[in-house]
């Protein structure tokens, strides 16, 4: 199956079985406990973007379908939410948890058939995040005086909450479980292109015994979120996608009493110092911007290498590049799978030639692709000036913009030179020098000799263009209460 060659070594195909998984041909909207029809919306195909095969129906959900979820959120927040003891409502998000954790390899399966990610990142991070944040915030439930000494914390009410297609489970776990741990009810949208984990989240929503309306799950396209977005009676917008929407968000909430909090897009700076371990600094990178295929906000897409180690870097990363496996995300091997749409990838593209245009010089792994599917192997830019579109905007893809620098004060100054700030990567043997950066650099999160390491306790979210509020550990509670 799609197994692909690449210029080092090539694997005998190792399929991830998906015998064990049980999908619908269709989906409806999950709204006050149930699986129900929309009110005069079509339906649209989910496919598998490594395949291009249609895997179920979704439905795209009407203003008039948005409007009964947060009528159904609102009901279940005043009957029996906010009267539910602190406690009990741990004992749902704890049940939620342990049910992802039941289902975990059917969920990892249905993640990677619909998102295109390599089954070994759904299976290894994504699934066992998500329900590592249940379970953390079903800790929170019963102890919020404890997170917000001699304040009284009060839920907000109704959250709407609009997720992208990047972690679909792990994101839609990132909004409900801090949500219903402080109180609130949801009414959730996934991303148009991976909807599905989010539907087998209200199954098992329902096996939980959650109560009927306390999470509200609508599908579809933009229109969609904007009904959520705009409906007078959603009391918090939480959303997490690009910048361009997040602000466009911002404006329609304006006027209103609403809540927010934004989780945009990144460019972050990951800075190699002459004296970092090389090996170890050099799969931080390949894990900084291939995981995920690059599909990832934090993803560490600038790399900067101080200039005596440039050569050494560079032959090593591009040696490593060579030994990446992309192909059949299914496939147990795989390093890079699909890039997640059609759309996605025609924008990568579009990236890839204007770093050419700009002048600067590009390498890509070899690898033979499937027929099907949409594909971009790893790729680098070298001579890339600060100013260049492919060294300031956001790609979202496996495409990796290489600096150098000579100096701390010009590092820092290089890597703070963007409208971004959501994260950051520093490589050095120095804790001095670490602690010396960490100050000065305008990012939410910085990784100090790793990258991509995300774990609940640890708040995550940006500065300037890539948005406010935190989302994990205690901070991600003050999202979801008023005091
Ligand atoms: P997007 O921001 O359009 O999609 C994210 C979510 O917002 C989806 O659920 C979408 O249906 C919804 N949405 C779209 N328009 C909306 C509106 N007007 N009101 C409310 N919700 C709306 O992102 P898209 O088009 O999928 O990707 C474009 C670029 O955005 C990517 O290339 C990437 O640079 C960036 N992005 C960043 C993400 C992040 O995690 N920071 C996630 C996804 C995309
Ligand atoms: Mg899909």
Redesign the pocket.
């Known amino acids: 199956m799609n197994k692909v060659k690449t210029s080092l070594w090539k694997l005998d195909p190792a399929p991830e079985s998906t015998d064990h998984v049980s999908l619908q041909s269709s989906y409806g909207l999950f709204i006050d406990g149930e699986f129900v029809e929309s009110e005069g919306g079509g339906m649209f195909d989910t496919i598998n973007p490594a395949t291009e095969e249609t895997i179920a129906q979704i439905t795209e959900a009407t203003d008039a379908d948005v409007d009964k979820a947060v009528k159904a959120a609102r009901t279940a927040y005043q009957k029996v939410w906010s009267k539910t003891s602190p406690a009990d409502r741990g004992k749902y998000i704890y049940r939620i948890a342990r049910l992802i954790q039941e289902k975990a390899r059917e969920l990892a399966v249905i993640e990677t058939l619909d998102g295109g990610k390599p089954i070994r990142e759904s299976r290894d991070i994504d699934i066992p995040l998500a329900a590592a944040h249940f379970f953390y915030y079903a800790g929170w439930a019963d102890k919020l005086a404890y997170a917000f000494p001699n304040r009284t914390p009060k839920p907000l009410g109704v959250a709407g909450q609009?997720?992208?297609?990047?972690f679909p489970l792990l994101m839609a776990a990132w909004k409900i479980a801090p949500a219903l741990a402080c109180g609130n009810t949801v009414v959730l949208?996934?991303?148009?292109t991976t909807s599905l984990t989010a539907l087998k989240l209200c199954e098992i929503i329902q096996q939980a015994g959650l109560p009927a309306g306390v999470v509200n799950i609508v599908t579809g396209?933009?229109p969609v979120?904007?009904a959520i977005?705009n409906h007078p009676d959603v009391d918090k917008v939480a959303?997490?996608?690009?910048t361009a929407?997040g602000k466009?968000?911002q404006t329609a909430i304006a006027s209103t009493e609403k809540s927010c909090t934004l989780?945009?897009?990144?460019k972050a700076a990951n800075i190699v110092f002459d004296d970092a371990p090389i090996d170890q600094a050099v799969e931080g990178i390949i894990n900084g911007i291939y995981f995920n295929q690059g599909h990832v906000?934090c993803a560490g897409s600038r790399l900067f290498v101080q200039e005596s180690v440039f050569e050494e870097v560079m032959r090593k990363l591009k040696h490593r590049i060579n030994t990446l496996n992309v192909g059949d995300p299914m496939d147990k091997n795989t390093d890079v799978g699909a890039i997640n749409s059609h759309k996605?990838l025609q924008?990568i593209n579009e990236y890839i030639e204007i770093g050419k245009d700009e002048g600067a010089d590009f390498y890509q792994l070899e690898s033979d692709l499937p027929e099907k599917g949409f594909w971009c192997p790893p790729c680098l830019f070298t001579g890339v000036a600060q100013s260049n579109r492919i060294a300031q905007e956001?790609i979202?893809g496996p495409v990796l913009a290489v600096q150098t620098f000579r100096t701390v004060a010009e590092v820092i100054k290089k890597a703070n030179n963007t409208p971004y700030g959501l994260s950051a990567g520093v490589w050095t043997d120095k804790g001095s020098k670490l602690f010396n950066m960490t100050a000065q650099m305008r990012a939410g999160v910085i990784w100090a000799n790793t990258y991509n390491k995300f774990d609940p306790t640890s708040p995550f979210g940006g500065y300037k263009e890539s948005g406010f509020g935190r989302e994990g550990g205690m901070h991600g509670l003050a999202a979801y209460v008023k005091i």
């Open positions: 609009i997720i992208p297609w990047n949208k996934p991303a148009e396209h933009g979120g904007a977005v959303f997490t996608g690009s929407v466009g968000i989780e945009l897009g990144g906000c996605q924008r956001e979202f």
